[in-house]
């Protein structure tokens, strides 16, 4: 199986929230991050978390790790058209600092 | 600052046919990715370089890809021959990799979207 797995689509009305999931493999997970990736363009980092963190906040975004549960989230609030977009979770374990990407979300927002 | 360069954008080319992507990696970044970004497989990790030299080729799909980096500013991904099942999005992609999360992040170009019919 998939060592980093997410859903493939996310419809939301805009205004509202969107929560992304994530979940991975790796016990040793050193850092977890977000990518977005926006129409016609390539991946950009949107936020990281390291692994020993619970929850990370920037602005509209809200990042929870539960590591128990090897369970990544990002929510987004008051979700906007200009959140369309593909969003990837990725990880980076052990010795490697190469990370492993999910297959990535397709969040679409509609009026 | 440049961002990682690729090209061609675009390229529209016939079974059989070789094709050449190009990429030229941010300035001082010493690791250097390609990508393949599919609606079946996602994003798979082709092959990574790391001062030039080709670390972790295991992605690569067969013997008809090949990529090859002759200096720190520029690396290939050619396909010969080509075939419809190499339409995709080749991503080229680098980074410090000095460790922590920053360190860590890596950069992609926009893309080369490859059609092959």
């Known amino acids: 199986g998939e060592d980093v797995e997410q859903s493939l689509f996310l419809s939301v009305r805009e205004g509202d929230s969107s929560v992304i999931n994530c979940t991975y493999t790796?016990?040793?997970?050193?850092?977890l991050y977000w990518y977005k990736q926006e129409p016609g363009a390539g991946l950009q980092l949107l936020t990281y978390?390291?692994?020993?963190?619970d929850m990370k906040q920037d602005q509209r975004l809200t990042v929870l790790l539960n590591k128990k549960d090897k369970h990544l989230s990002l929510r987004i609030a008051d979700t906007q058209t200009g959140d369309s977009a593909i969003y990837f979770c990725?990880?980076?374990?052990?010795?490697?600092?190469?990370?492993?990407f999910g297959r990535g979300t397709s969040l679409i927002v509609h009026p | 600052d440049a961002g990682v360069i690729q090209s061609p954008r675009h390229e529209v080319t016939e079974m059989g046919q070789e094709v050449t992507l190009r990429c030229k990696p941010i300035?001082?970044?010493?690791?250097l990715f390609w990508y393949r970004q599919t609606m079946m497989r996602g994003l798979e990790l082709l092959i990574y370089?790391?001062?030039?030299?080709?670390?972790?080729d295991s992605g690569m799909p067969e013997d008809r890809f090949s990529a090859k980096m002759p200096n720190a500013s520029f690396s290939t991904l050619k396909i010969q021959p080509s075939e419809p099942r190499d339409s995709a999005v080749y991503f080229c992609?680098?980074?410090?990799?000095?460790?922590?999360?920053?360190?860590?992040?890596?950069?992609f170009g926009e893309g080369s979207w490859l059609t092959v019919v």
């Open positions: 300035s001082g970044h010493d690791y």
């Open positions: 990725a990880e980076t374990s052990g010795g490697s600092y190469i990370p492993t």
């Open positions: 370089f790391n001062n030039n030299v080709p670390i972790d």
């Open positions: 978390i390291f692994s020993n963190m």
């Open positions: 992609a680098s980074s410090t990799m000095v460790g922590g999360p920053l360190g860590n992040t890596i950069y």
């Open positions: 790796d016990s040793s997970s050193t850092y």
